[in-house]
């Protein structure tokens, strides 16, 4: 059974940045696309990030050029690096995968505010 792990998040100001981390087992990183997700107060649940096995990458608009998706095999980690932050960031972000989704972590709250 694989469980997720996001952590990092947090209060900062507007234009701030965070990076995020999931953590996982292997069977998680195995797999051929994995994600984040946020869902802001009141809002469903969306995609944000997808990161391929190849290397390539692919944001939602709202995030684009502004975040950064990554990750770190040796350490079963994978990161979301996240600039120039705006208030309509606000949100609990999760990692999963893109074709299978895994049971939800808990997400890691980040909130955008001066």
């Known amino acids: 059974q694989v469980q997720l792990a996001e952590s990092g998040g947090g209060l900062v100001q507007p234009g701030g940045s965070l990076t995020l981390s999931c953590e996982a087992s292997?069977?998680?990183?195995?797999?051929?696309?994995l994600g984040w997700y946020r869902q802001a107060p009141g809002k469903q649940r969306e995609w944000i990030a997808t990161?391929?096995?190849?290397?390539?990458?692919s944001y939602a608009v709202a995030v684009k050029d502004r975040f950064t998706i990554s990750r770190d095999n040796a350490e079963n980690t994978m990161y979301l690096q996240m600039n120039r932050l705006k208030p309509e960031d606000t949100a609990v972000y999760y990692c999963?995968?893109?074709?299978?989704?895994?049971?939800w972590g808990q997400g890691t709250q980040v909130t955008v505010s001066s």
């Open positions: 292997s069977t998680f990183f195995s797999f051929n696309a």
């Open positions: 999963n995968g893109i074709d299978y989704k895994f049971p």
């Open positions: 990161l391929f096995s190849h290397g390539t990458t």
